[in-house]
């Protein structure tokens, strides 16, 4: 069959290597894709979000799936627009429509939804631009940390956890009266702060059955021992040490379960990837929050994990037949560690030459922020490269990681040399 994959990121490229190893594939496309996709495919110049040039690559190339990688095309309603147009409505879309994309597009919604149908979270308020004084109060009668999220799309960068009360006020005020994230923040949510190691499970649905992929740990500050600014995410670990046998019995009982459940309940089709965000409160599960895609750079850690065909999955997810379906996964560790362009997540600069990529052994290098020049290959982004390896241990799993991670070279390249300190 031939394959598109929407998206030009490390996950990507992470979907692009797994698919090409597919017995099922005849061709694959990305569109846009990266210098790393079009190592295993061929790239189109076209934007994740511009629909009506999907449709006619679709068209002319005889396209049967379409996988999503990011978030935003989702919100907007991809896959509602293949299923409106006769000519398109029998091609498969690998994520939810606009309804069930509502579980990331809004922080309220996912909350209400969870709350509604009994799936263990932080207790929360929201507040509008017009109940601002409101909120001001609401903060005073709240345990620090405060915790406040913006209720749309922020590219990762709508949260704000502070300590002190003042400046958690500021920070709702800039978020509300001031835009601080656009539309995103013109609304805005607070919650009980939760205590626990974070991680992430990911399940793959076609509204009825389920499969339950590797869980990852991913670490989003800048700094090393988790300091600094928050990133979309510098590095990832899978399996996830403590997440053992029980919690993640508890997980599929508490969490997964009900919230297919809950979809269903709610009439919402969800023929996709649930991406959610836990925390391992004492043993007991809490979600922090639900996205509607696989996270990145997760998907790095959890694609070379899966030995099973994954377009069979996707094949099945589209038949409406995933329950026929086991999913075969290796118990070895993978870690990736992300490079990223000097001065990420602030202001960088791009067009950097990158070298020493045929120096790396034993890693699998996830193109992430690069581009083709010529017949070299430049920086593109701010995470610019994830170097996956996967090993007995995470001890020798990491050690190639930064072998590799050194051998790559760009000006300005930084990667975090602690990923996974907490975990050892």
């Given amino acids: 069959m031939n394959v598109l994959i929407l998206g030009a990121g490390g996950r990507e490229h992470a979907f692009s290597w ?18 790393g996709t079009a190592q295993v495919g061929t790239n189109v110049a076209i934007a994740a979000d511009d629909f009506p040039a999907i449709k006619n690559l679709v068209l002319k190339e005889n396209i049967s799936l379409v996988i999503v990688g990011p978030e935003d095309p989702l919100v907007k309603g991809v896959h509602d627009f293949f299923l409106a147009d006769p000519q398109l409505k029998n091609v498969p879309v690998i994520g939810p429509k606009k309804d069930g994309a509502q579980l990331e597009g809004s922080k309220e919604f996912s909350k ?53 009360v003042k400046d958690a ?18 609304k805005v949510v607070i919650e009980q702060f939760l205590k626990g190691i974070e991680l992430s499970v990911f399940v793959l649905t076609d509204g009825n059955g389920y499969v339950i992929l590797p869980e990852a740990k991913d670490y989003k500050r800048i700094g090393e021992g988790d300091t600094g600014l928050n990133t979309g995410g510098m590095g990832a670990i899978s399996p996830v040490p403590f997440a053992k046998g029980d919690f993640l019995k508890k997980v599929e009982e508490r969490v997964v379960k009900p919230t297919i459940a809950g979809l269903k309940k709610e009439g919402i089709d969800y023929k996709g990837f649930i991406f959610i965000g836990l925390m391992n409160d004492g043993g007991d599960p809490q979600v922090i929050e639900y996205n509607v895609r696989m996270g990145d750079p997760e998907t790095e850690v959890v694609m070379p994990r899966i030995k099973s065909d994954i377009l069979e999955l996707f094949e099945a997810v589209g038949q409406g037949k995933l329950s026929e379906k086991k999913i075969e996964l290796d118990d070895r560790t993978c870690v990736t560690v992300m490079l990223v362009a000097g001065g990420y997540p602030g202001d960088y600069e791009k ?4 070298t020493g990529f045929e120096t790396c052994e034993g890693s699998m290098l996830f193109h992430a922020g690069t581009k083709a020049d010529g017949d070299k290959v430049v920086t593109n982004g701010g995470r610019v490269l994830a170097v996956s390896s996967i090993a007995p241990t995470m001890k020798e799993a990491l050690a190639n990681s930064f072998a590799n991670a050194q051998k790559i070279k760009f000006e300005g390249k930084y990667y975090r040399k602690d990923i996974g300190f907490d975990l050892i």
């Fill in 169 to 186: 006020q500021q920070e709702l005020t800039d978020m509300l009266a001031h835009a601080k994230f656009g539309e995103a923040s013109s």
């Fill in 112 to 164: 209400k939804f969870m709350i509604k149908h009994g799936i263990p979270t932080a207790a929360y308020a929201s507040f509008t631009k017009e109940q601002l004084a409101e909120g001001l109060k609401y903060l005073e009668t709240v345990k620090p940390p405060y915790v406040l999220k913006a209720d749309g799309l922020a590219a990762g960068k709508g949260v704000v956890i502070l300590d002190n």
């Fill in 18 to 35: 797994k698919i090409a190893q597919s017995k099922k594939l005849t061709k694959l496309f990305i569109a846009p894709g990266n210098a």
């Fill in 351 to 354: 067009g950097k030459t990158m």
